[in-house]
Nanobody, 115 residues
Framework: QVQLVESGGGLVQPGGSLRLTCAAS????????MGWYRRRPGKQRELVAR???????TYADSVKGRFTISRDNAKNTMYLQMNSLKPEDTAVYYC?????????WGQGTQVTVSS
């Protein structure tokens, strides 16, 4: 198993940027696809961005061109760079991995976009 801890959230104005970090308790080099998910107010959890073991990335249409997912295997970390943030990006953001069929979720990190 692996433990994943999200950090980097906060309060930003529309148009601002944040970088979220997902720290893993062990090597992620050979781990199945990892991804960032979010739960927006009044909505169910949704996939934001996904990155495979081979580095193939996928994004939700709502964040394409604004968010970038990446991983640093040497540091056992995954990142989500968020630019041009909008109020509708306000949510609790979670990271997870398909290695364990998304069976466990952490506390996430709160992102609030407001003026």
């Amino acid at each position: 198993q692996v433990q994943l801890v999200e950090s980097g959230g906060g309060l930003v104005q529309p148009g601002g940027s944040l970088r979220l970090t997902c720290a893993a308790s062990r090597s992620i080099f050979n781990m199945n696809a990892m991804g960032w998910y979010r739960r927006r107010p009044g909505k169910q959890r949704e996939l934001v961005a996904r990155i495979t073991r081979g580095g193939i990335t996928t994004y939700a249409d709502s964040v394409k061109g604004r968010f970038t997912i990446s991983r640093d295997n040497a540091k056992n970390t995954m990142y989500l760079q968020m630019n041009s943030l909008k109020p509708e990006d306000t949510a609790v953001y979670y990271c997870n991995t398909e290695e364990y069929n998304l069976g466990s979720w952490g506390q996430g990190t709160q992102v609030t976009v407001s003026s």
